[in-house]
């Protein structure tokens, strides 16, 4: 019985989501892996990231698609906080600028891989600089 409270609204969730994709609200949410597996959920312009460790937001200031809307590049700005664990000695802060392509998958499910030059600011030097990560992601939009 609890296993039916649980999966009936999901599954009317997932049969709603081709008719709620036309709505075009301009939200979605999904799972990610960036700063760690997570959850990510975007609002128009603008995308989160969070886990247990990890939170990030990017704002888009390019966006390029195809004629079919089924593909487009972006390049997004934004800033990302991790946690060092039990020493705040490592806990590390910084800019990123992530770089990616959005595939649709479907009406209301979209993929997404990117590249994410950022620089970390930390009491460890060892933790401290430039790097670049990747990130890929599904979400489902609204």
């Known amino acids: 019985m609890k296993l039916l409270r649980i999966a009936l609204p999901l599954l009317a969730a997932f ?38 460790d990890a939170l990030a937001a990017d704002f888009r200031l390019q966006n390029l698609r195809n004629d079919r809307g089924t593909l487009h590049a972006y390049i997004d700005g934004g800033l990302f906080y991790e946690d060092g664990g039990h020493d705040s000695y490592n806990d590390r802060a910084g800019v990123r600028l992530p770089i990616g392509l959005t595939f649709r998958v479907a009406p209301s499910l979209q993929a ?4 994410v030059p950022n ?17 890929l992601g599904i979400r489902l939009r609204f």
């Open 15 to 52: 049969v709603s989501a081709p008719s709620l994709a036309y709505s075009n609200s301009g939200f979605g949410i999904g799972v990610a892996y960036d700063l760690g597996a997570g959850v990510t959920a975007q609002f128009r312009d603008t995308s989160f990231f969070a886990n247990s």
């Open 112 to 115: 997404y891989i990117q590249a």
């Open 119 to 135: 620089y970390a600011f930390s009491d460890n030097e060892g933790k401290e600089g430039f790097e670049v990560d990747g990130a």
